[in-house]
């Protein structure tokens, strides 16, 4: 399977975008999938996750109540909206994910999408 993540852009403090990951190759509808991103000389972060039945979700405290994650209806692709954004928000964005995850983490997934960058401006 691949992933392609898309949808990065620069965008003004308190704006918002939405980030696609789309899955090609094989399903991914039991996939547990998630968003990470990575600043400038950070480490590779949480951000969001969905498991495999996109009954449960799971939010890293500095984007709850900005950020929802969701899949789409076929299931082979998953979203990232992002309200109220902030400059701290900047960064590469990746979608990844594997087979039956409930909560995806950097260490428990296995296919990566190339990142998305997002810029937010002050």
């Known amino acids: 399977v691949q992933l392609q993540a898309s949808g990065g852009g620069l965008v003004q403090a308190g704006g918002s975008l939405r980030l696609s990951c789309a899955a090609s190759g094989r399903t991914v509808s039991n996939y547990g999938m998630g968003w990470f991103r990575q600043a400038p000389g950070k480490e590779r972060e949480f951000v969001a996750a969905i498991d495999w039945s996109g009954s449960n979700t799971y939010y890293a405290d500095s984007v709850k109540g900005r950020f929802t994650i969701s899949r789409g209806n076929a299931r082979n692709t998953v979203y990232l909206q992002m309200n109220s954004l902030k400059p701290e928000d900047t960064a590469v964005y990746y979608c990844?994910?594997?087979?039956?995850?409930?909560?995806?983490?950097?260490?428990?997934?296995?296919?990566w999408g190339q990142g998305t960058l997002v810029t937010v401006s002050s």
């Open positions: 990844a994910g594997s087979p039956w995850v409930v909560r995806a983490t950097p260490y428990n997934v296995n296919t």
